[in-house]
C-alpha cells in the first residue's frame, strides 16, 4: 500500500482545500517556523485513526476544526482524505481488490468524526486495523515530528532505551496482527 495523497479542508491552519503530493522518496517536510509543518504530519495520524487531543497538540477534538483568524470566520466541520495505491493488492479483506483506497475522516461540531473507506462509512475501528495491517498507523514509530531526534540523542541512557523498545514493540506487534 503506497501512500499517494493527502487532501485537507478546515483541518488546523489550512482553512482552504490544500493537496499533497506523496511521491516515492519523499521523507521529510522542511519550511519556517509556524508554516504548518506539524500540522501535515498531525492530519496524517488523524485520517489513520488518531484518537488522543493531546497528540493532536488540543484539548478536544474538536481543536482541530480551522478556529477563525483574521478576517475569516471559524469552520464547522475539518476533514482529511488519503489516497492510497492498492495496485499490489495488499490492503485486507474486503478491499484486497480496490485498486485505490480512499480513506476519509471529517469531525463536525458536537457531532463527532466519521470515517469513510471508498465513500462506504465504516467505523474508526476498521481504519486503525487496515493501517495496523499495513504496519503503521496513527501511532506509528515510522511518523518523526520536529524535535524528537534530537531528543532521542539528548536522552538518557534509560530512557532511550525505552524509547527503542517501544519501536521495537510496535513493530512486533504489527507485524503479528499482519500473520493473524
Ligand atoms: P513550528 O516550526 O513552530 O513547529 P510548524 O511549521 O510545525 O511550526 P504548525 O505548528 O503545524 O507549524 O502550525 C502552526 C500554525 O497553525 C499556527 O499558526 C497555528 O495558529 C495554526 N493553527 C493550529 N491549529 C489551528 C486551528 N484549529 N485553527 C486555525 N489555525 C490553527
Redesign the pocket.
Given at each position: 500500500m503506497q501512500f499517494q495523497r493527502l487532501r485537507l479542508v478546515g483541518?488546523?491552519?489550512f482553512?482552504d482545500p490544500a493537496e499533497v503530493q506523496i511521491e516515492a522518496g519523499l521523507t521529510g517536510?522542511v519550511?519556517?517556523?509556524?508554516?504548518?509543518?506539524?500540522?501535515?504530519?498531525?492530519s496524517l495520524r488523524w485520517v489513520m485513526g488518531a484518537n488522543s487531543a493531546k497528540a493532536m497538540?488540543?484539548q478536544g477534538m474538536e481543536?482541530?476544526?480551522?478556529?477563525?483568524?483574521a478576517g475569516r470566520p471559524?469552520?464547522n466541520h475539518?476533514e482529511v482524505q488519503l489516497t492510497i495505491d492498492n495496485a499490489q493488492k495488499r490492503a485486507p479483506q474486503p478491499f484486497t481488490d480496490s485498486p485505490m483506497l480512499e480513506v476519509s475522516r471529517r469531525i463536525e461540531r458536537g457531532r463527532g468524526s466519521t470515517y469513510r473507506i471508498n465513500g462506504k462509512e465504516v467505523r474508526a475501528r476498521d481504519v486503525q486495523l487496515l493501517f495496523a495491517d499495513a504496519s503503521t498507523g496513527a501511532n506509528s514509530p515510522a511518523l518523526v515530528r520536529?524535535?524528537q531526534i534530537s531528543e532521542l540523542i539528548a536522552a538518557k541512557p534509560q530512557n532511550r532505551r525505552r524509547i527503542l523498545e517501544a519501536v521495537s514493540y510496535t513493530h512486533l506487534r504489527a507485524h503479528e496482527t499482519s500473520l493473524h
Open positions: 483541518f488546523k491552519s482553512v517536510i519550511g519556517p517556523n509556524g508554516c504548518g509543518k506539524s500540522n501535515v504530519l498531525e497538540r488540543g481543536d482541530v476544526i480551522f478556529a477563525g483568524a471559524p469552520r475539518a520536529q524535535g
